[in-house]
């Protein structure tokens, strides 16, 4: 995968999540416990991690974002695990997607988005559901080797 835009076929995720909505400075403790109480749900019910933790972002506004934190995971049983308070079962669909696969800090993120949407644009195609981050890498050491993937499906 090349940084900046690609064109992919996403695979369906299912794993658990916990969605919340909250101010944006508070997405670096929301993530850390999320996906931390997560990967103990998970392994607690005899599952596994089966892909990268990653994050649904349903709406962003200057004073909130409303958020999902995910992580895929399999289980021995053929259906999803029953809720857990807000702990709940996450099952997000593939299809025709754009990936635009960055390295640096999080906060250096938001010209993707826009350059996303034009590509979008440019290309006659339309958003198909909320865009995705998936985390490739520990938000840890140097921000510039942080690797995040945007993910937007379109139709």
């Not at 399999?74 to 029953?82: I, Q, S, Y």
């Not at 696969?101 to 938001?110: K, R, T």
């Amino acid at each position: 995968m090349k940084r900046g835009i690609n064109v992919v076929e996403l695979e369906a995720v299912h794993g658990m999540g916990i969605r919340k909505t909250l101010p944006a400075g508070g997405l670096p403790e929301f993530f850390g416990a999320a996906f931390g109480r997560l990967g103990e749900y998970i392994a607690r019910e005899g599952g596994k991690v089966s892909g990268m933790p990653l994050a649904v972002y349903y709406s962003v506004t200057e004073s909130a974002v409303d958020v999902e934190a995910v992580l895929p995971a399999v289980f021995d049983v053929l259906e999803n695990l029953p809720s857990e308070g807000d702990i709940i079962p996450a099952d997000l669909p593939g299809g025709p997607a754009v990936e635009y696969v960055y390295f640096g800090p999080y906060d250096g993120m938001a010209p993707i988005y826009g350059e996303i949407e034009q590509w979008l644009q440019d290309n006659g195609k339309v958003s198909a559901g909320p865009p995705r981050e998936v985390y490739h890498s520990e938000p840890a050491g140097d921000p510039s080797t942080w690797e995040t993937h945007v993910i937007w499906r379109f139709a």
